[in-house]
């Protein structure tokens, strides 16, 4: 897939990008609404891609069992429609029409319009937003059938609705398109302690989410919080678990860019756009991130930060 830049009153809002889908794979990226509705605008080609956008509700006039006797119809397929139903896990509401459906429900059914797509590629916006948990396990199920024949995209603002399904994960923002480095938390331990060690140079900050181990670059992290006993790691609105302390992570970040603003906050000097005078003795510092983020700064630390920034 080929994707074309974008320019609005001069800021550039989607980045030129190439993204490689292999055969049988599920891929997401992680954007905001703005982007996907981007992204979404150069697939026209409607005979290679099936897109589903967020929300999108149609036949709500027609009960269940009518909307997926007609899909097998008009796609020709020839499923058998009481094995295909309890294969949807559609039985217990087969003679409800899906405008009376819960909301969960009633997205769930829409989104089976991609089991039924001929196109060679399905993609999907936030398809797991609106739905509970027992729908999100029945779409997961039925993504992983459909992967093994069609490639799969999923745009969404939520990571963990991208690590349900996806194979390969990327961000989409202001800084550019690239690849999240997402392993299973199973993996060889021996193996993380040793890329830990003080012997070798820190090229990932090792975070935690739902099991999996989520490895960022320096340069992605906005910065790094110190709340509660935790340590959460700032990137793109979104924060994630460390295991690291915030001294230990100082020490390693420090010829990234980074710098301990205050006791609890370890800022990406990258990041820093403005310096905010509250009053004599407070102050902060505002990041250009999506989110605006605001993070305190010592007062003690204020001429060491001015020297670092040469100002």
Excluded at 67 to 77: A, C, G, K, P, Y
Excluded at 167 to 192: A, V
Excluded at 255 to 278: A, D, M, P
């Amino acid at each position: 897939m080929q994707f074309e830049p974008i320019y609005q009153n001069g800021k550039l809002l989607l980045p030129k990008f190439e993204l490689q889908m292999n055969p049988n794979e599920s891929t997401g990226i992680i954007t905001d609404l703005k982007r996907k509705q981007l992204v979404i605008n150069q697939l026209s080609d409607r005979s290679r891609y099936f897109v589903l956008r967020a929300g999108q509700n149609e036949y709500l006039h027609l009960t269940v069992t009518e909307l997926i006797t007609f899909l097998l119809q008009v796609t020709e397929r020839k499923d058998r429609l009481d094995p295909l139903m309890d294969y949807l896990a559609l039985n217990e509401v087969r003679k409800v029409k899906v405008k009376k459906l819960p909301p969960s429900k009633r997205m769930y059914v829409t989104l089976l319009r991609a089991f039924f797509a001929y196109q060679p590629t399905i993609v999907l916006e936030e398809p797991y937003f609106y739905l509970e948990e027992e729908d999100r396990r029945h779409l997961k199920r039925i993504l992983e059938d459909l992967s093994q024949e069609k490639s799969i995209l999923i745009l969404t603002s939520n990571l963990e609705d991208a690590m349900i399904s996806c194979d390969e994960i990327y961000r989409l923002n202001e800084f550019g398109f690239h690849p999240l480095d997402i392993r299973d938390s199973g993996e060889d331990k021996q193996g993380i302690k040793e890329h830990d060690s003080p012997n070798i140079t820190l090229q990932k900050i090792s975070t935690k989410r739902n099991e999996k181990v989520i490895l960022f670059d320096p340069p992605e992290v906005d910065y790094i919080e110190s709340l509660d006993g935790s340590i959460l790691v700032h990137v793109d609105g979104e924060n994630y678990v460390c295991v690291s302390t915030l001294t230990d992570l100082e020490l390693r970040l420090t010829h990234f860019g980074f710098f301990r603003c205050h006791r609890s906050y370890l800022v990406n000097l990258q990041k820093v756009r403005e310096i905010i005078t509250w009053t004599k003795n407070s102050y902060s510092l505002r990041l250009n991130t999506g989110k605006d983020a605001v993070v305190p700064l010592s007062r003690s630390k204020l001429q060491e930060l001015k020297a670092l920034l040469h100002i």
